[in-house]
């Protein structure tokens, strides 16, 4: 159940980093959660792998790279889902910073709902 929350919520995030992003296209609501849910499988299971390849670029950059690796899934998901365009790397790029900005604070308001709803049971 909370998985399907977040990719709701991460479907909400998608829609929204257009605005920011007007060279990124979203169709409509239902793209973005294929969008949202494609990523979840892709960082589910590539990006793990990519991590691992990637581990001494990784290191020196001092982490930075992981943007890098989040920008080419961007991608990876832009070729998959019909509807969802992002017309190059540094749009990519840009776009998985973005999207992680506003699902932090997206998932922050779960985190604060649970919280509140664990307070009020005890």
């Known amino acids: ?7 709701l919520l991460t479907g909400i995030a998608v829609l929204l980093v257009p605005v920011i992003l007007p060279s990124v296209t979203v169709v409509n609501y239902t793209t973005a959660i ?4 494609v990523l979840a499988l892709l960082n589910t299971f590539i990006k793990p792998v990519l991590l691992v390849l990637t581990l001494p670029v990784t290191i020196v950059s001092l982490g930075l790279f992981v943007f890098v690796i989040n920008a080419a899934i ?4 832009s070729s998959l ?3 969802f365009h992002v017309p190059g790397f540094f749009t990519a790029l840009l776009f998985s910073f973005i999207l992680w900005v506003f699902r932090t604070l997206l998932f922050s308001l779960i985190k604060e709902d ?3 709803t664990w307070n009020r049971t005890r």
Do not use: H, S, Y
């Open 74 to 77: 961007i991608l990876m998901a």
């Open 114 to 116: 649970e919280q509140n």
């Open 34 to 37: 294929w969008v949202a849910a």
């Open 1 to 7: 159940m909370k998985t399907l929350l977040k990719i």
């Open 81 to 83: 889902v019909d509807g």
